[in-house]
């Protein structure tokens, strides 16, 4: 096997194995195993399982943040060049259509999305500072667009009420088709669009909301 399909055998593998059994219970030689690859390649490809996990995490979230970048940036120099207030809904539309398209993206996108889990839910911070970190960026952008859609609302408002959104979102990203009660009727598995139109709906009237 040449050099990139190494390296693309062990992300595979590191991200199946970190999704199934976390962070620290994950041995290098199980992500070897898996890969078909010695530890060698390891230490020659990324250096330490650290960096292994930083790069698992990299090859989805940057491409993904890019597309959400891109379009929260499109719509708030609109917004100011015809110097109105960017719509709420397109707002959380422009951050969460790319989000919850992900999910149906291809072979590893489940694996992925419950990796995401973990370094949401997990006490365990390795996972969670190298997401946190990697997320920054995005969350400051939609922060400040949602501040030009709502001046109104106070920066510990905004804050919170768009911390609430991204608990709704993750939610909706980790857990849907995974549902044990589930009432007769209900769709336990909607499509991404369904879903999106779904919850931006529910999120705009939560982020609009009259202050008291």
């Not at 250096?47 to 929260?72: F, H, I, T």
């Not at 365990?124 to 400040?144: E, G």
């Not at 609302?153 to 009420?161: G, H």
Request: hydrophobic fraction near 45%.
């Amino acid at each position: 096997m040449s050099q990139p399909d190494t390296k693309q055998r062990l992300l595979d593998a590191a991200e199946c194995l970190f999704a199934a059994e976390g962070f620290h219970s994950t041995s290098l030689r199980a992500i070897t195993g898996k890969a078909e690859a010695n530890l060698a390649a390891v230490k020659y490809h990324f250096g330490s399982k650290e960096a292994l996990l930083e790069a698992v995490l990299k090859r989805r979230l940057v491409p993904l943040n890019r597309v959400r970048q891109e379009r929260l940036e499109a719509l708030r120099m609109a917004a100011r060049q015809s110097g109105v207030r960017p719509p709420t809904e397109a707002v959380l539309r422009a951050f969460i259509e790319p989000t919850l398209a992900f999910r149906d993206s291809g072979a590893g996108a489940e694996a992925f999305l419950q990796l995401v889990g973990r370094a949401i839910a997990e006490p365990d911070d390795t996972i969670r500072n190298l997401f946190m970190q990697l997320m920054k960026p995005i969350f400051l952008l939609i922060y400040d667009t949602l501040g030009d859609a709502l001046p109104e609302l106070s920066d510990t408002e905004r804050f919170w009420r768009l911390h609430f959104s991204l608990g709704a979102l993750s939610h909706a990203m980790c857990l849907v088709g995974r549902f044990q009660i589930l009432p007769q009727g209900v769709a336990p598995r909607p499509e991404a669009d369904d879903l999106t139109k779904m919850l931006v709906n529910f999120l705009k009237v939560g982020m609009e909301a009259p202050c008291d």
